[in-house]
């Protein structure tokens, strides 16, 4: 337990120290409570979990450490490799057709002059419903029978039925469709945030060089919302590449392994043999993840480090 | 019984009067014992009423123990959370196939020597004590409960396809026609199948079994996959006809164990494998409605290995508790699940109780005990059976003809897991090559094997 709560003293002090040289002893004070949440519910945990990674544990007898052979077991594992084409195969659909449509629906909303804040309401419902209630809705939606709801509704028009969550080839844009749905309302917020932020004095400009409504979204508009899209574009690959619930619930990844995600491999690692799991396994493939999403994080701002300048 | 003062006065003296000190004295090592107990989710109201009931019954016979329900119900995917987290209850139930490797681990606590001083601890069928006991002999777990796979069917569905519902098939052939029939006539699923969440390889192996098959050979210590079998390619390629083909298996692939007993209950499947038991979950968690169930021995091929799938369900004790806990727990078990099997008075108590909330009494199952105990405890109930007997009759009449084979020794749940994709792929690709997939599993499942 010692060696596992390590990595929390080195953070601790460190931040503690560059506090009380701003503020005094109070600063510190105010500091302790979300130190100590941070520390407990996230540091020691990220700690344990890289110990863990290195060793061989059921949580219930004592642990071994076994080196680098979770990693190993990890990458020797040829679901692994179905698991990552999944997972970017989501994040792919999830940037084509999850990035645009908050963007597109809150240039429309901010142009509308009635009912804003219906729309936004309505942009914003999905949100608020439970993700679990939202997944165990769109199962019914996405029943494969010619009753299910959308299969219905296509049928009106001579479509159908689709095999919706039933067929490897449409069970992912399947889920990115809901998980779109689901999560596009927050993103639509901050863009009609950024949005009022762009002076009108830009659109009255290019008015009176009678730029066209599009000359004015490409020219104005987006150049404005620049530092904002650079942010939700690194948030989105971030987001989708930890797609769990969609995967997990709506399908367990299958049909045949076509939607297991690496998050799900790695609960699958974790808990699916229901005799104590790998959980070495899923420690070392959930810091291998991390520590990819990090460095990706990284070069993506040190690429896009001028652009956000306007 | 809450009341903690009471209860640790009934405990410290064994049920005289006892002066306060005492008791306060008493209750840090005694106590009042709060014992947390599995309740199957989803009941309907009747079903938690009979249960608080026996609750109640429990408490009053056993002063001193509290009982807490809660809801519990074992899945692959959720215990392993659990039972890392700490969040099982004391008292709970695990399939055969965990006994012994959370023996091993001693994941469960040791409860063999109170569980050898109750009366008919050595009474057990042999095979079924098996699954809870240490490599030792010691009963760890309790077995509480056996089943045989069974062909469950839907008799209001093969009355509009113009089927008997009297003469459910008897022959894989059979199922194929009928369930083709089905979907025809009704545009209902013929025939539907578990595919997730372990329970694909476990119905996988079930078909596997009945076409003369077996999944896995033990020499000595060494175990062998055998999954890529004629037999194995034969139930694939059933499946793969009657879904291709026939297109007899409607439309949902991706179904679970409450998935398809909904899908079932709710008259949108006209036949599927599962435990000969399942009466009472379909009834008590899927409001099934009794006029339309049906349920037939599992058809086997004309094959001297052919044989029934058979499993059952231990009750297991926290390794956490304390050896109070420990004693409250197994005289909970022993009140609960089993006594109602060997005691005559137990169990015309469960069955009333269970009969006046309207609750099945009298679902079929494999014995425990002897054959002898477990047709004497159905004449002590004979009275209170309240389920359909004869819809029952196709399997209760020839259920104990039927070679049974249990499930496969090692790495059970984990071959299973491997099996879903399997079977998944025969439904959901229609240019699924068989031989391939079987070869892959085969080769996967050595790997976990000779890992293990």
Known sequence: MAAETRPVPLVLPRRARVRIRGGGLSTLVFLIPLLLVFGVFSWIPIGRAVVMSFQETNLVTPSTFVGLQNFRDVLADPLLWTAVKNTLYFAFLALLFGYPVPLVAAVLMSEVRRFKSLYSALAYLPVVIPPVVAVLLWKFFYDAGPTGVFNTILGYVGIGPVSWLQDSASVMPSLVLEATWAAAGGTVIIYLAALTGVSTDLYEAAEIDRASIWRKVWHVTMPQLRGVLLITFILQIVGTAQVFLEPFLFTDGGPANSTTTLLLLIYNYAFANSLGGEYGMATALSIMLAVVLGLLSVLYFRLTRGWSKS | ?452
């Open chain 2, 1 to 452: 019984m809450k009341s903690l003062t009471a209860a640790a006065l009934v405990v410290a003296v064994g049920l005289t009067a006892c002066s306060s000190t005492d008791a306060g004295k008493q209750a840090t090592s005694t106590g009042p014992v709060t014992v947390k107990v599995a309740r199957d989710p989803g009941l309907d109201k009747g079903a938690i009423a009979a249960f608080d009931q026996r609750v109640a019954q429990f408490e009053k016979a056993n002063p001193g123990i509290d009982i807490v329900p809660q809801e519990y119900n074992w899945t692959a995917t959720t215990f392993t959370a659990q039972l890392a987290g700490g969040t099982l209850p004391d008292v709970f139930t695990v399939p055969f196939t965990d006994g012994r490797g959370l023996i091993e681990r001693k994941q469960i606590a040791d409860i063999s020597g109170l569980v050898g001083g109750l009366p008919y601890a050595s009474k057990f069928n042999a095979n079924v004590a098996k699954a809870g006991q240490a490599e030792d002999g010691k009963m760890w777990a309790v077995p509480i409960a056996a089943y045989g796979q069974a062909l469950h069917y839907n008799r209001t569905l093969f009355k509009q396809a113009g089927l008997d519902p009297d003469k459910p098939p008897a022959t894989w052939d059979e199922v194929r026609t009928d369930a083709k029939q089905i979907a025809d006539k009704t545009g209902k699923a013929g025939y539907a199948e578990l595919t997730t969440d372990n329970t694909g390889g476990w119905i996988l192996t079930t078909l596997d079994y009945a076409f003369g098959g077996r999944t896995e050979k033990l020499d000595s210590d060494k175990a062998t996959a055998e999954l890529d079998t004629p037999e194995m390619t034969a139930v694939l390629q059933q499946l793969k006809d009657m879904r291709w083909t026939d297109n007899s298996m409607g439309s949902n692939f991706l179904y679970d164990w409450n998935g398809i007993n909904q899908a079932f209950a709710s008259g949108q499947v006209g036949m599927y494998v599962s435990g000969g038991g399942n009466y009472g979950s379909l009834v008590t968690q899927n409001a099934l409605k009794p006029v339309d169930y049906g349920v037939t021995v599992l058809p086997l091929m004309d094959k001297p290995d052919a044989g029934v799938l058979g499993g059952g369900t231990l009750a297991t004790v926290s390794a956490k508790s304390d050896d109070a806990v420990k004693a409250a727990a197994v005289k909970w078990i022993d009140f609960y699940y089993l006594k109602k099997l060997t005691d005559k008075d137990a169990a015309v108590l469960d069955a009333k109780t269970t009969a006046a909330s309207k609750q099945p009494v009298g679902a079929p199952q494999l014995p425990v005990f002897d054959r002898a105990t477990y047709d004497e405890s159905l004449q002590w109930v004979a009275s209170y059976v309240n389920v359909p007997q004869q819809q029952l009759k196709p399997y209760t009449d020839k259920m104990f003809d039927q070679q049974l084979v249990t499930e496969p020794v090692r790495s059970t749940q984990e071959v299973y897991k491997l099996l879903d994709p399997v079977v998944q792929a025969v439904l959901t690709k229609k240019d699924a090559d068989i031989a391939d997939l079987l070869k892959k599993a085969d080769a996967e499942a050595q790997a976990l094997l000779d890992r293990n």
